[in-house]
């Protein structure tokens, strides 16, 4: 206990009582809430009146011909912007984030997590027509079907020697008579001699 009371009174000789004072208004949980929600980036309500459309419109860079509604209200005043893939974007053009390319601050559709570069494409228009899509499933599906009515008269089979056991193929534990055992004659690497 003497210990620990000499390295305390050690440690706050050696602590300036000015530099604990300097910090002691400082707290994580106001520098964390402040930046937790952005009032800007909620969606307002929607916008009834052209003041406010216009307003709206140069809140999320548009022009105020440019800007349309969606009819969604959990969304607010939140534009409705045509979806377009990263695919249809132009590949050499300077992005903030490559990756997606998306400029910061650029406003994008709601949905646009479904239109990455790996998943659905909204324009395309696809390599096969519908009807060429089912005729080749029923086509793929056919000739299966063939195949399998053509093959299935020849069984595939692993050929192989019936088991082997010990003791004269149990002759004996199968409940064979012990005066009648046959005799097995094995292979022998000894040459044939004629009988």
Known sequence: MATLKKSLSLLLRQTKPYIL??????????????????KDWKPSPLPRTPEE????????????????ILMDESLGDYPYLPATS????????????????RHYGETFPPDYELIAD???????????????????????FAGFLLAWNILKPYPYFLPR?????PFNDLYLEK??????????????????TQE
């Open 161 to 165: 020697m019936p088991k082997q056991y």
């Open 118 to 140: 790996d998943l659905r494409d909204p324009k395309a228009f696809g390599r096969y027509t519908y009807g060429q899509i089912v005729a080749g499933y029923f086509l793929i």
């Open 175 to 192: 409940g064979g008579d012990p005066a009648a055992e046959p005799v097995i004659k094995h292979y022998t690497f000894e040459p044939a």
């Open 21 to 38: 004072q300097k910090h002691t208004h400082l707290s994580m949980t106001s520098a964390v809430s402040a930046a937790y929600w952005n």
């Open 86 to 101: 990263h695919s249809w974007r132009d590949p050499f053009e300077d992005y903030d984030h490559p990756g997606d390319k």
């Open 53 to 68: 459309r216009a307003a709206a419109a140069k809140k999320y860079g548009l022009r105020p011909e440019d800007y349309n």
